[in-house]
């Protein structure tokens, strides 16, 4: 039986292409003052960035509950005996512990892995893409979970900051800490580092940003897989997709849209490329 | 969306007793927010301590009405408060008691009043109350639920979520009302403190206390742009803090106003709260036996507590040191004007030197800086050429590693700065600082100190000139003139930014003219200014 693939909806991966991949992904929750969203479920990514902006109201968002997981478990376990889940970094939300809180909880035969990627975003979302691609392939649960723990340092992942505004109102910032507060108009580069956001380095406009990325990118030439994510700026990321398709193939190339879950830190115009570094024969 | 109209008195003691466990999980890094010499080193810990002694008082309570549990929280506060914050929060609870005396149960009108009467009561406790703490927290948080209660949406949840959210606003806002808290870039520990307590207490009636206990309460972040925390090399004088003496004294007929007159003399941070029976006494003293020998006059002296408050800062300089993250390279640089620092100090300048154009800092001065910065490793960045030389002097000076990133003016010091990347080595930092300061034009403008024939220029003592990366080239009359005839001369096809920084004898009204005319002449660029405070030179103009 296929390894059916659980993540959380961190990983930027979208319903068409976790469709596609037979990959489940389980929502955030997004708060704004009374009124709950699932993370791209009842909320578009549009719609949050246009509430973020124009909204009085500053968002929140919640760890799917366990019983979110578990009934996911138990959908699945009717499909198939051995589940893998992928979440983002235990150091950033509870979704790891809810997930395994509902391992805890479940009664059926079906087993259940489930890592901690220490990653978000794509860095998460280009785990899973491969790791569903060789779950269809036929890979078993054990292949899988040594596949994935082996690709996580080789998941590379910045993103562009277009403002600090939002970093420093969400508070939940881990060792970019130091970026808060400068005088002048700073555009910080952030990377994951041991699963929490770190500082790079800082630039002064949007084009040394891209200029960045698409510099970050061009190091590793021979990647498995480069994804381009924006929060509100379709336009940029795909200029900045079609400078990289000089280096890489353009099947290797994914383009994902930022969760309103980093977005509410990120805050609009905020760009990410990830790297998956091709695996070393 | 869930609603509560009212809760019990059982309800009631749940619910603090929710808020308790939430407090606990941040207590430690509420300690961390202490700002020495705001009074008792341990905030965090203390506000739980109290909140501990509240909650079996309310336990051992027989009455099981709101207004009973109140008073036992209330009377376990007092019997149990630790330090200033800890004594505080316990007139707060005596304060939600009176309010809420006689009513079985609570709603949302009798919470938001009852938490009025808490700040109110609060506020009377302190023989010099001061804002910026968890009094002006307790304060906007109750004004935010009487206005929701009096809006008529007066859902026990509503009236909570309105003191919750006006707290958090309150805390994050009260850096600007206390400027320790603002130098530290910190939010006041004690209104961090009963902020998280309301907000746990909000969870619980959301039907939340399941989720808590895979979650932690937020610190909230100062709202004052200021956590980088740069040293200004400047020796103050150091004076005794005393010693923080508490007691809790029991007796009759204990009138709280007298105590306080006859005690006010004898210290700082007086606060007597309490009974006819029980009183809570908290002072810091250079004096505290006199103290004890009065207390003992008025009745039985019970949990004695006198603490060295010397030591105690001693104990917190060594706590901030372990707590003050590990820096593996440090950069200091020479900086004149207040604006300038703020700007250096926000991009994460470790130290900074006072220095400039005719006020060079001494090798000495620069060397103490070296010495003072808590990393072997050290990157100089002198902002000024006359300074670069005696800032080469430091490295046959000191066993520590010491390399020059020789910038001569503050443009380059600021994108030499912004170049620091937090992944590489030093040596990589200092050729990336060095290759950066490359990429910046600079343009000074300021007076002549005397007349001179340069470049072709006939200049006259005191007439306005302007410079580029050090070279004298235009003479004028305006400023604003000068500086469009500059920009002019420039190549500005590759250019992003221009920044700025007007000096401490130039008015912020010919800043923003300056700005306003530089925008209209160069629509594609970005122009920010920013008060520099620099002596001497009117702006300092980067193009980067």
Redesign the interface.
């Known amino acids: 039986m296929t390894v059916k693939i659980i993540t959380d909806s961190l990983s930027d991966i979208t319903s068409d292409l976790a469709g596609e991949l037979g990959v489940t992904v389980v929502p955030l929750t997004v708060i704004f003052g009374h009124e709950t969203f699932l993370d791209r479920v009842t909320m578009t990514t549009d719609e949050f960035y246009r509430r973020l902006t124009d909204g009085t109201v500053w968002p929140t968002t919640t760890q799917p509950t366990p019983a979110a997981f578990a009934e996911v478990y138990n959908t699945l376990a009717k499909e198939t005996d051995e589940i893998l889940v992928v979440t983002l970094s235990g150091k950033m939300s509870g979704t790891y512990q809810s997930a395994l809180g509902a391992k805890n909880m479940f009664k059926g035969k079906c087993r259940i892995e489930i890592i901690d990627s220490q990653l978000v975003a794509m860095s998460l979302g280009s785990l899973v893409i491969s790791a569903a691609r060789k779950a269809k392939a036929g890979a078993t649960l054990d292949e899988l979970v040594n596949s994935v723990k082996k690709a996580m340092p080789r998941s590379h992942f910045v993103v562009y900051f277009d403002t600090l505004k939002y970093l420093a109102k969400g508070g939940r910032i881990g060792k970019a800490q130091g970026l808060l507060g400068a005088m002048l108009s700073v555009k910080p580069i952030l990377t994951v580092k041991e699963g929490e956001m770190a500082p790079l380095t800082r630039l002064r406009s949007l084009s040394a940003g891209l200029d960045y990325l698409y510099n970050f990118a061009k190091g590793y030439p021979d990647a498995e897989l480069v994804a381009v994510e924006h929060a509100t700026t379709p336009d940029e990321a795909d200029r900045l997709a079609d400078r990289l398709s000089s280096t890489f193939p353009k099947e290797r190339i994914i383009k994902a849209v930022i969760s309103p879950v980093l977005g509410v830190y990120g805050g609009p115009g905020a760009m990410a490329v990830t790297v998956l570094e091709a695996e070393k024969k | ?1 869930k609603q509560v109209e009212t809760i019990n008195g059982r309800e009631l003691k749940e619910m603090l007793t929710t808020a308790t466990s939430w407090l606990e999980k941040s207590a430690s890094d509420i300690d961390a927010l202490n700002v020495f010499p705001v009074p008792d080193g341990d905030t965090g810990t203390n506000m739980l301590l109290t909140m501990r002694s509240s909650i079996d008082e309310a336990n051992q309570t027989a009455d099981s009405s709101a207004a009973g549990v109140a008073q036992a929280i209330a009377r376990g506060a007092l019997l149990g408060a630790r330090g200033n914050s800890g004594v505080i929060l316990s007139q707060i609870w005596r304060g939600l008691a009176e309010g809420l005396e006689n009513k079985p149960s609570v709603n949302g009108a009798d919470f938001a009043e009852a938490m009025h009467q808490a700040s109110v009561t609060a506020y009377k406790g302190i023989s010099n109350p001061v804002e910026g703490t968890i009094l002006t927290v307790a304060k906007d948080a109750a004004e935010a639920g009487q206005a929701q209660a009096a809006n008529g949406d007066a859902d026990l949840i509503s009236v909570l979520e309105a003191i919750v959210s006006a707290a958090s606003e309150s805390v994050a806002n009260t850096p600007t009302l206390l400027p320790v808290l603002k130098d530290a ?1 910190v939010v006041d520990a004690g209104g961090q403190g009963l902020y998280t307590i309301l907000e746990g207490a909000l969870r619980y009636l959301r039907g939340e206390a399941e ?1 808590m206990q ?2 932690k309460p ?4 100062s709202s ?5 925390r740069a040293m200004r090399i400047s020796p103050k004088e150091e004076k005794p803090f005393g010693y923080c003496t508490e007691f809790l004294l029991k007796g009759t007929g204990f009138n709280q106003e007298k105590i306080k007159t006859k005690l006010k003399k004898d210290g700082e941070s007086l606060i007597v709260v309490g009974d006819d029976n029980t009183t809570r006494v908290h002072i810091h003293t250079e004096d505290p036996g006199k103290i004890i020998r009065y207390a003992t006059s008025l009745g039985t002296v019970h949990q004695i507590s006198i603490r060295n408050m010397d030591e105690q800062h001693q104990d917190y300089l060594e706590m901030q040191k372990d707590r003050t993250p590990e820096i593996d390279i440090a950069t200091i640089a020479v900086v004149a004007g207040e604006g300038l620092a ?2 250096f100090t ?3 300048t470790t130290a900074i030197v006072s220095g400039g154009q005719t006020m060079n800092p001494s090798t000495k001065e620069l060397l103490m800086a070296v010495k003072s910065v808590a990393s072997d490793k050290v990157i100089v960045l002198p902002n000024n050429k006359n300074i670069i030389l005696t800032a080469q002097q430091l490295q046959s000076l000191t066993d520590k590693q010491v390399e020059i990133v020789p910038t001569e003016t503050i443009p380059q010091g ?1 994108a030499a700065l ?6 590489a080595d030093f040596q990589t930092n200092a050729k990336l600082m060095r290759e950066a300061k490359a990429a910046v034009r600079t343009i000074e403008i300021t007076r002549a100190v005397r007349g001179a024939h340069l470049n072709g220029l006939n200049i006259k003592k005191k007439q306005t000139i302007g410079l580029l990366d050090g070279e004298l080239l235009v003479a004028g009359k305006d400023p604003l003139d000068i500086l469009t005839k500059m920009l002019a001369k420039l190549d500005l096809t590759n250019a ?2 221009i ?1 700025i920084y007007y000096g401490a004898d130039t008015d912020t009204v010919e800043a923003e003219a300056v700005n306003t005319s530089i925008r209209e002449q160069y629509p594609r660029l ?1 122009v ?1 200014v ?1 008060q520099g405070g620099q002596p001497h030179y009117n702006y300092i103009v980067s193009i ?1």
Not at chain 2, 218 to 221: G, R, T, W
Not at chain 2, 418 to 423: G, I, M, P, Q, T
């Open positions: 969306m870039g989720q895979f979650r937020l610190i909230i972040a004052v742009p200021q956590p980088a703020d700007v926000s991009l994460g600021v912004l170049a620091f990347d937090y992944e992003q930014i920044t970005q920010e920013i980067e």
